[in-house]
C-alpha cells in the first residue's frame, strides 16, 4: 500500500523567511512521482512542484524547492522568501510512475499562515 | 481552455436524498479522478476512470456512492440516499495519460452539505 504522511497540520512563517513543510511516503514501487500542490481558500488545486523518483537532483520552481531523500522517503517542500499570496493548505502527493493506476495518493494537508 | 468545471458549486440537501455531482474534464485528458477532502481525512480518492472505464473504485466509502462516466467529456458522481457524514467538498480531475504533463488539473470543488 502507497501511504502520505504529513505530520504538520499548520505552520506559520514571517513574510520574506522561510519555511519547511515536511512530507514522508512509503511505496514499494521504485518508479514514482511526487508532488507538492497548493490550495488557496479558493480551493483551487495548483501544482507547486513534481519530483521524479529515478532524479537525484532535487526539483526547484522559482521560490519553491524539494529535498528529496529517497531512502529516508522524505519528500520536502522550502518555501524562501514567503509571501502573504503563499498561505494556503499543501498537500504532498504520490503516484506510482509505470502504467497501469494512475491514482495519486494524498496527505491530510498542512495550513501554512504567513504573518505580515 | 476553462479547465475542470465542476458543477454545482454548492449543494445543500436533506439526508435521505440523492445528489448528484457533474464534472467536466479537460478535453483531450483520458484519465478521470473523484476526490473528498474532509478536515478529518484530507483528499481521499473515491474512484478513477482511464479511458471511460473504472479501473479502481475501491476508495468509494459505500455502495450509496456510484460514479459513471458515459463519454470522455463527462463524469457523475451520485450518492443515494445521501447522509450527514457525506459533507465534504468533492472534487474531480483528469489528465492526460499518456505523453504530455502528468500533472492532473482539478476543478474547483462542490462544497456538500447534507442536513
Known amino acids: 500500500a502507497q501511504t502520505v504522511t504529513q505530520s504538520q497540520p499548520e505552520m506559520s512563517v514571517q513574510e520574506a523567511e522561510t519555511v519547511t513543510l515536511s512530507c514522508t511516503y512509503d511505496t514499494s514501487e521504485s518508479d514514482y512521482y511526487l508532488f507538492w500542490y497548493k490550495q488557496p481558500p479558493s480551493r483551487q488545486m495548483i501544482l507547486v512542484i513534481r519530483?521524479?523518483?529515478?532524479?537525484?537532483q532535487n526539483a526547484t520552481e522559482n521560490r519553491f524547492s524539494v529535498n528529496f531523500q529517497k531512502a529516508a522517503k522524505s519528500f520536502s517542500l522550502k518555501i524562501s522568501d514567503s509571501q502573504l499570496g503563499d498561505a494556503a493548505m499543501y498537500f504532498c502527493a504520490l503516484r506510482r510512475g509505470s502504467s497501469g493506476t494512475y491514482k495519486y495518493i494524498f496527505g491530510t494537508g498542512t495550513r501554512l499562515k504567513v504573518l505580515a | 481552455d476553462a479547465g475542470v468545471i465542476q458543477s454545482p458549486r454548492h449543494e445543500v440537501t436533506e439526508m435521505g436524498q440523492e445528489v448528484t455531482l457533474r464534472c467536466k474534464p479537460i478535453?483531450?485528458?483520458?484519465?478521470l479522478f473523484w476526490y473528498r477532502q474532509t478536515m478529518m481525512r484530507g483528499l481521499e480518492l473515491l474512484i478513477y476512470f482511464n479511458n471511460n472505464v473504472p479501473i479502481d473504485d475501491s476508495g468509494m466509502p459505500e455502495d450509496r456512492f456510484s460514479a459513471k462516466m458515459p463519454n470522455a467529456s463527462f463524469s457523475t458522481l451520485k450518492i443515494q440516499p445521501s447522509e450527514p457524514r457525506d459533507s465534504a467538498v468533492y472534487f474531480c480531475?483528469?489528465?492526460?495519460?499518456?505523453?504530455?504533463?502528468?500533472?492532473?488539473?482539478f476543478g474547483q470543488g462542490t462544497r456538500l452539505t447534507v442536513v
Open positions: 519530483q521524479e523518483a529515478y532524479k537525484q
Open positions: 478535453s483531450g485528458h483520458n484519465s
Open positions: 480531475a483528469s489528465r492526460l495519460g499518456r505523453g504530455g504533463t502528468i500533472k492532473a488539473f
